[in-house]
């Protein structure tokens, strides 16, 4: 054999590896944010912990890794809207008038018939302070 023809073999061989690698990787299931234990705290509450010091918050609700940490978010609905991917999403009340903490729901997870001023409790991954504390991939708690 040739080194064109090893060299070429030795290259379709690392895309084969790499595509196989990037599919795996972008089919990996999520878990499950009912799963599991849950940090269990109200909307004022993660927001304040935020406000108050937000290095501190990250290390306590925002998972290192990828659903490593769940936070189960009670409050009352301040907000229901859509994002531009065409998620639903509550925003909850908190001691702040302009900010809250946005739970965006996971499709098809939607709260049925809720309305603003409802309480809820939703279960899902924090991902962080941006003016609203932001919790991902939720799902209502029954």
Do not use: H
């Given at each position: 054999?040739?080194?064109?023809s090893?060299?070429?073999?030795?290259i379709?061989?690392?895309?084969a590896?790499?595509?196989?690698?990037?599919?795996?990787?972008?089919?990996?299931?999520?878990?499950?944010?009912?799963?599991?234990?849950?940090?269990k705290?109200?909307?004022?509450?993660?927001?304040?912990?935020?406000?108050?010091?937000?290095?501190?918050?990250?290390?306590?609700?925002?998972?290192?890794?990828?659903?490593?940490?769940?936070?189960?978010?009670?409050?009352?609905?301040?907000?229901?809207?859509?994002?531009?991917?065409?998620?639903?999403f509550?925003?909850?009340k908190?001691?702040?008038?302009m900010?809250?903490?946005?739970?965006i729901?996971?499709?098809?997870?939607e709260?049925a018939?809720?309305?603003?001023?409802?309480?809820?409790?939703?279960?899902?991954?924090?991902?962080?302070?941006?003016?609203?504390?932001?919790?991902?991939?939720?799902?209502?708690?029954?």
């Amino acid at each position: 054999m040739s080194n064109k023809s090893v060299i070429l073999i030795s290259i379709l061989v690392i895309l084969a590896a790499g595509g196989f690698i990037g599919y795996k990787i972008w089919n990996k299931p999520f878990k499950d944010p009912l799963q599991g234990d849950a940090i269990k705290v109200t909307a004022i509450q993660l927001f304040n912990d935020f406000s108050a010091n937000e290095a501190a918050a990250q290390k306590k609700y925002v998972p290192e890794k990828l659903g490593n940490k769940k936070v189960e978010v009670t409050g009352q609905i301040n907000e229901i809207g859509k994002n531009d991917d065409g998620e639903i999403f509550y925003t909850l009340k908190t001691s702040d008038e302009m900010f809250g903490v946005k739970c965006i729901m996971d499709k098809g997870e939607e709260i049925a018939n809720a309305k603003v001023g409802d309480n809820i409790t939703v279960r899902g991954f924090c991902d962080g302070y941006n003016m609203d504390v932001i919790v991902n991939r939720c799902k209502a708690v029954k």
